[in-house]
């Protein structure tokens, strides 16, 4: 999810939102951001074992496909690729993985209960969802339903989520003849007013320093004053975090991989955040993006999986910093290849690191092992499954139990319904 991050499309039709060379301009620019902006000295957490601390996967609700959906998306197709076409026993995607479920609608709760169900066997506590507003403008009411339906699915399932809101969506607006400049702050406090009367309120809402948490992705949206402006005429404070570099208005920053910087990025980014009151350090276990191959773009570079050392150490930086909020980065951008999602060529590989992790650092009371995340994709199959009613019912008890960490059961009653 790099900058420029990718297009937004309505159905099969890609169209490029312009994004100026952020990347490019970015150690440039640097020092004189962090001089520029004020910044406060308060401590950051110092429990070597805290469990207030979260880990949160960056979450793409993006995909569509069949036959959830009438079409394949452009996520798995980048108009290159067809998922109708197969090569052994894979469809023809837009990555260079392949989902241990294969290739899946964001709209599907069966999907959704799959996927948070598995992180949180992994160790991890919910979701940064990428949201791109309410407005009606290519693919964002997809992405908006789907949001709120993986909002449903975290709250039933007692897990935790936070926004990161894709202001980049604005000047695009602006461009499209659908909103006035003049409206660019306003237009931003009115979605997230939205977003405050709606999901910030709920208890799976993710919360720091007694406000919910709100990120911003890139540096192409709002300005750092319009920032400002909008987060001052608020009904309802938050904690605001911006990527890369701390905005004047924000407590702090959140990190993203740098492909062609890779490991140093999240070295330098940690130095420099140890000043501000708050950050978010980020793992990711590699970039390996297929944009060159689908004909979208020049690829944006390569970071190595390293055999999961790039997953192991970022994610170890990360928790040694003894920030409240680690970020995953990310969950399921199969586009870039970031995803610790399952995956045919990786397993549950990085989440079993995780799940160790997690154990030294944050809670050692933390039991779950590497045969339990296998049981989400038996519950995603029973769903699968044309069910009885009865079947239904004893999905739900799996899925209940499995949340509520009741392993002994999800399992009994898993092999229960095998026997039928």
């Keep these: 999810m ?29 020092l004189f951001l962090v001089c520029w902006f004020p910044v406060e000295t308060k401590g950051q957490a110092t429990d070597t074992q805290d469990a207030g601390r979260v880990i949160l996967a960056h979450y793409m609700p993006w995909y569509v496909a069949k036959p959830v959906s009438q079409v394949w998306g452009w996520h798995w197709t980048m108009n290159a ?25 964001s ?33 964002s009411a997809i992405l908006h339903r789907n949001t709120q339906r993986l909002v449903e699915q975290v709250t039933r399932l007692g897990m935790k989520f936070a926004i990161c809101y894709e202001d980049q969506t604005i000047p695009a607006l ?61 009904k309802v404070p938050v904690t605001y975090f911006s990527e890369h570099l701390r905005r004047s208005a924000a407590v702090g920053a959140f990190d993203w991989p740098i492909p062609k910087q890779g490991l140093g990025a999240v070295q330098r980014f940690q130095k420099m955040s140890k000043t501000w009151p708050r950050s978010i350090p980020v793992a990711f276990p590699r970039f390996v993006d297929i944009y060159a191959e689908a004909g979208v773009g020049p690829s944006y570079g ?12 970022s994610m170890t930086r990360a928790l040694e910093s003894k ?34 992790l997690r154990r030294r650092y944050i809670d050692r009371q933390f039991k779950m092992t590497p045969g339990d995340l296998r049981l989400p994709f038996q519950l ?41």
């Design 323 to 356: 920030s409240a909020i680690v970020q995953v980065a990310t969950w399921n951008d199969w586009g870039e290849g970031t995803v610790i999602e399952p995956s045919r060529e990786f397993g549950y590989r990085d989440l079993e690191v995780l799940q160790q």
């Design 380 to 420: 995603l199959h029973c769903r699968r499954a044309k069910a009885t009613s009865a079947q239904s019912d004893a999905c739900e008890y799996i899925s209940k139990s499995i949340a509520t960490g009741n392993l002994s059961e999800a399992r009994s009653k898993l092999k229960e319904i095998s026997r039928r």
């Design 302 to 313: 390569r970071v190595k999986d390293a055999d999961g050392a790039t997953f192991r150490t």
């Design 174 to 234: 602006v461009k499209a003849g659908r909103l006035q400049a003049v409206n660019r702050v306003p237009h931003a406090t009115g979605e997230i007013e939205w977003l405050a009367e709606r999901w910030f309120r709920l208890k799976s809402y993710v919360r720091l320093d007694g406000k919910p948490v709100l990120l911003s992705f890139g540096q192409n949206g709002l300005t750092n004053r319009e920032w400002t402006q909008c987060l001052a005429g608020l």
């Design 2 to 30: 790099c900058l420029p991050k990718h297009p937004l499309v309505l159905g099969f039709r890609c169209e490029t939102v312009t994004i100026g060379g952020a990347w490019r301009v970015f150690l440039s620019v640097a």
């Design 107 to 139: 709209g599907d709760p069966a999907v959704l209960e799959y996927h948070l169900l598995t992180m949180k066997l992994a160790g991890i506590d919910g979701v940064i969802v990428d949201w791109y507003g309410l407005k009606k403008f290519r693919d």
């Design 81 to 105: 690729f067809d998922p109708e076409k197969t090569v052994g026993d894979k469809r023809s995607l837009a990555s260079h993985y392949y989902p241990s479920i294969g290739p899946y609608d």
